[in-house]
C-alpha cells in the first residue's frame, strides 16, 4: 500500500496515497478543532475514539479517529524510539492491508509534538458500518440464541483471519474478543472480519512461531472446549502438541495476568465494576449452554478438565450418602431378579416403541415411514428451549398419531434456563400438560439428568423440575408419570437425584437411557454387567428407590453411525478436512443386528416394559437418513419393521438351549405359529439348531436360500418351528 508523507499546520505524520488529495490534507491540518465539538467514546488506555465524516471532493469519507492525548513524560522516550501509538498502529495495519488480511482500511495518521514531547497522535481508519465485534456476539449467543451451529459459524469467521494475520508476521499481544470487528451481511449472516487496537503488535518478516500464536491465542474468551475447535479450524487440523502445550501455559499466565488487574489499575477497575457497560456479562460457566441440531443434544462448552473442576462436590456427597443406604438392599433385590431372566412368558405387544420429531418441513414424510400394520408406541420430545411453536405442533402431531391407534408419550427435557429460571420451564410444563393429558400415554420428567451438557449440575436441581408435575398430577391424576430419565450405567447418580424428590412424589415408571456405555455389541460386559444384567440392576433400583413404582422403560438408545460425520451424537460438533472418526461409531449393518438383539433382550428378560428407540429419522443415528436427498432407509429400519411384522402380536415363551454366546428366543404368534429368532453374539460360536422348521429368514424378511447349520450374529428368523417330542 502506497503512502505519501504528510506535514500540515502543527501535525506530521502518512497518509494512504490513493485517499491523498488537497482538501482531506486541509481538513487533516485542523483536526484537533474538528474533534473538539465531537463527543468521544473511551477507549482502552485513555484513549478516545471520534466518529466523523472529512471531505473528499464532492463527497465525504467515513472516518474512525483514535485520538492520544499528551504522553506521560516518561512515554516520550520510547515513543521516540518506537513511535507514538498512533505510527505503531499505522506499521501494522499496512503490514495487514498489504497481505490482504482484515483490518479495517489505515487513512492516516498524524502526531504533533511540543518542546519534546508528545501532545496529541491519531490514527485514522475508513470507518466500518455497520459493525459488531466478536465479544458482543458471543454474549448475545450464549445469553439469548445458545444455538451451536451459529456459533461455531461465528469462529468459522473469525479463525482464518487470524490465521492470516499470523502467516504475515504479526504479533497482536492484545487478541481480546472486542478488538475483533464483524460485519453482518442483508442475510444477517457474519462477512467481514477486522482486527483492531493494533499498537501494541509486532511485526516480523517470517510467520510466527507456535509459541507466538498460543501467547496470542490465549487472550480470546471461550470455553474450553470451543477454543479447541477454533484452533482445529485455525490450523485446518488438530493444533501441532507444541501449540497445545503452549496455548496451556499462556492461558495460566494470561489468568494470572487478568486476576492481578485489582492491584495494578485499581482506579480503572473500581470504575469498570460501577459501569455495566463495560463489564464482563458473558454467562457463569456452568451456566453456558449450546444447542447441536444435527446432533439433536446439547454440546460441552467446557473440556473434560474444567468441568470435573465446576462439577459440585455436594454432589458427590448425596451420590456417596444415598449408596451407602440403598446398595444392600439394591444387591438383594438384583440376586432375586436376575435369575428369571427369559423364565416367564412375556407378551411382546406394545414392548418395542419409537421415538419421531415432528417438524413442520419433514412430518409428513416422517410420519409416512410408520409401520402401516402394528400401532407402534411413540414418543415425541418437548424442548424447553424451542419455544411454544416447536411444543404446540409436537403436541398435535401426538393427538393425530394417538387418534390413529398409537400409543403417544412426551418428553419433557430441559435447558439450562429451566433451571435458573424455573417459571420458565413451569410455564411449558402448566400450558403442555392440559393440552396432552387426554391421549398421553407416558410423561418423562426430564432428560439425561446426569449430564451436565443438559443443564443439570446439581442433582438436587432435579426436583425443580419435578415440583410442577407433581402439583400436575393432582389436577390430572391419569397422567403417567417416568423418570428421572439418567443415562448410561451410572446408576448412582440416578438413585441420588430420586433420593432429593420429596418424599409424597413417586413416578409410575423408572425411565433410564441405557447405551451398554457403547461398548459395542449389547452383549458385551462393562466389567460383569452387560445390557441383561443393567436392566435387572435398574429394576432392583426401581423397587429399592420409594420413587417409583416396579416398572423399567428404557426411554432412549441407539447406536452412533459411521460416516455421518458431524451428526454423529458421539464425534464433535465441528470435525476438520479430513477428520475420521471410528468407535464407537458402528455401520449400518451392525447397527441393524444390535439393535434388533438389544430389542429382543429387552422385552424376553422381563425386566423392561417398552424400549423406546432414538429415533426413526436422523441422519447420525437413526433408522432413516434424512438428510440423504431421497431419504436413505437404513437396514436397520428394514429389520424393525419386520420385527413387528412378525412379533409384535406374538408370546415369548423361554429360551432354547443353544452354546454359553448364543440365543435361542422361541415366540408363539397370535395366529398359533411357533418361531424362533437365533444368533449368537461370537462368530466362533458354532451353536446347533435344535429344532426342525419350515424356512428361515434374514432380518429383513428375505428368504434365506441355504438352511443355516449354526447361528451367526444376524438374527434369524425360524418359521414354523417344531420342536422335538
Given amino acids: 500500500m502506497n503512502t505519501a508523507p504528510l506535514h500540515e499546520g502543527p501535525y506530521r505524520g502518512e497518509i494512504a496515497a490513493e485517499l491523498d488529495s488537497p482538501e482531506l490534507r486541509i481538513w487533516l491540518s485542523d483536526l484537533g478543532r474538528h474533534i473538539a465539538d465531537v463527543p468521544a467514546e473511551k477507549g482502552q488506555g485513555g484513549a478516545r475514539v471520534y466518529s466523523m465524516d472529512a471531505p473528499i471532493g464532492a463527497s465525504s469519507l467515513p472516518l474512525l479517529i483514535k485520538a492520544q492525548g499528551r504522553l506521560p513524560f ?16 499505522w506499521r501494522v495495519a499496512l503490514r495487514l492491508a498489504e497481505r490482504g488480511v482484515g483490518a479495517p482500511e489505515p487513512v492516516a495518521w498524524i502526531e504533533r509534538w511540543e518542546r519534546g514531547q508528545c501532545v496529541e497522535s491519531h490514527f485514522i481508519t475508513r470507518r466500518l458500518e455497520p459493525v459488531t465485534n466478536f465479544r458482543d456476539e458471543l454474549r448475545h449467543l450464549l445469553r439469548h440464541d445458545p444455538d451451536a451451529g451459529r456459533t461455531l459459524k461465528l469462529l468459522e469467521s473469525i479463525a482464518p483471519v487470524v490465521r492470516a494475520m499470523h502467516d504475515a508476521g ?5 487478541l481480546g474478543n472486542q478488538n475483533i470487528l464483524m460485519q453482518r451481511g442483508a442475510d444477517g449472516e457474519w462477512g467481514g472480519v477486522f482486527l483492531i487496537d493494533l499498537n501494541r503488535a509486532l511485526i516480523f518478516d517470517t510467520p510466527l512461531t507456535n509459541r507466538q500464536r498460543a501467547r496470542d491465542l490465549a487472550r480470546l474468551y471461550l470455553p474450553t472446549d470451543l477454543l479447541r475447535v477454533f484452533c482445529e479450524m485455525y490450523f485446518g487440523s488438530r493444533a501441532p502438541a507444541e501449540f497445545a502445550a503452549a496455548l496451556r501455559g499462556a492461558r495460566r499466565r494470561f489468568r494470572l495476568h487478568s486476576l492481578s488487574r485489582q492491584i495494578r489499575h485499581p482506579i480503572r477497575q473500581a470504575r469498570v465494576r460501577r459501569d455495566p457497560a463495560r463489564r464482563q456479562v458473558y454467562p457463569p460457566p456452568r451456566d453456558i449452554w449450546l444447542w447441536d441440531e444435527k446432533s439433536a443434544q446439547p454440546i460441552n462448552g467446557w473440556a473434560r478438565k474444567e468441568r470435573n473442576k465446576l462439577y459440585p462436590i455436594s454432589n458427590h456427597a448425596l451420590i456417596a450418602g444415598t449408596m451407602l443406604r440403598s446398595a444392600l438392599r439394591i444387591r438383594r433385590e438384583y440376586d432375586d431378579l436376575l435369575p428369571m431372566v427369559f423364565r416367564e412368558p412375556v ?3 406394545s414392548r418395542w416403541g419409537m421415538s419421531v420429531e415432528p417438524r413442520p418441513a419433514t412430518w409428513a414424510q416422517e410420519r409416512a415411514l410408520l409401520p402401516t400394520g402394528p400401532r407402534v408406541p411413540l414418543l415425541i420430545r418437548l424442548y424447553r428451549h424451542k419455544g411454544a411453536r416447536q411444543w ?14 398409537h400409543p403417544v408419550g412426551f418428553a419433557l427435557c430441559q435447558d439450562r434456563r429451566a433451571l435458573l429460571e424455573p417459571a420458565a420451564w413451569t410455564a411449558m410444563c402448566e400450558r403442555m400438560i392440559p393440552q396432552v393429558s387426554p391421549f398421553a400415554d407416558w410423561i418423562e420428567v426430564g432428560h439425561a439428568i446426569n449430564r451436565v451438557k443438559w443443564g443439570i449440575w446439581n442433582l438436587r436441581e432435579y426436583r425443580q423440575l419435578v415440583e410442577p408435575m407433581r402439583d400436575l398430577k393432582a389436577s390430572f391424576p391419569s397422567l403417567r408419570l417416568m423418570g428421572p430419565a439418567g443415562i448410561d450405567f451410572e446408576y448412582p447418580h440416578v438413585l ?8 409424597d412424589f413417586q413416578f409410575d415408571a423408572l ?3 441405557l447405551y451398554v456405555d457403547r461398548r459395542g455389541a449389547p452383549e458385551n460386559p462393562q466389567g460383569r454387567f452387560a445390557s441383561l444384567e443393567k436392566f435387572a440392576l435398574a429394576r432392583a433400583m426401581a423397587r429399592v428407590s420409594g420413587r417409583s413404582e416396579d416398572r423399567l422403560i428404557v426411554s432412549e438408545v441407539n447406536w452412533p ?5 458431524v451428526y454423529s451424537p458421539v464425534c464433535s460438533p465441528y470435525l476438520y478436512p479430513g477428520q475420521r472418526v471410528g468407535a464407537p461409531n458402528v ?15 429387552a422385552a424376553c428378560s422381563g425386566f423392561v416394559e417398552r424400549v423406546y428407540w432414538w429415533r426413526l429419522a436422523a441422519c447420525g443415528f437413526g433408522l432413516v437418513d434424512e438428510q440423504a436427498e431421497p431419504w436413505h432407509t437404513r437396514p436397520a429400519y428394514r429389520a424393525w419393521v419386520r420385527l413387528l411384522e412378525l412379533l409384535d402380536d406374538a408370546t415369548f415363551l423361554n429360551n432354547l438351549p443353544t452354546g454359553v454366546f448364543a440365543y435361542l428366543h422361541l415366540f408363539k404368534r397370535a395366529d398359533g405359529e411357533l418361531m424362533a429368532v437365533g444368533y449368537a453374539w461370537r462368530d466362533a460360536e458354532k451353536a446347533e439348531i435344535p429344532f426342525v422348521y419350515a424356512r428361515a429368514e434374514r432380518m429383513d424378511g428375505a428368504p434365506l436360500e441355504s438352511v443355516p447349520k449354526h447361528l451367526a450374529p444376524d438374527p434369524i428368523y425360524f418359521r414354523q418351528v417344531r420342536l422335538p417330542g
Fill in 511 to 513: 425411565s433410564h437411557h
Fill in 587 to 601: 455401520g449400518e449393518d451392525t447397527y441393524a443386528r444390535f439393535m434388533i438383539r438389544y430389542l429382543l433382550q
Fill in 496 to 503: 441420588a437425584a430420586l433420593s432429593a424428590l420429596p418424599s
Fill in 347 to 349: 407378551s411382546i405387544q
Fill in 170 to 174: 504479526v504479533w497482536h499481544r492484545d
Fill in 392 to 405: 404446540d405442533f409436537a403436541a398435535q402431531a401426538g393427538r393425530e398419531l394417538a387418534a390413529a391407534g
Fill in 561 to 565: 453411525l459411521a460416516d455421518t460425520g
Fill in 74 to 89: 516518561l512515554k516520550n522516550f520510547d515513543a521516540r524510539r518506537r513511535g507514538t501509538a498512533a505510527q505503531r498502529a
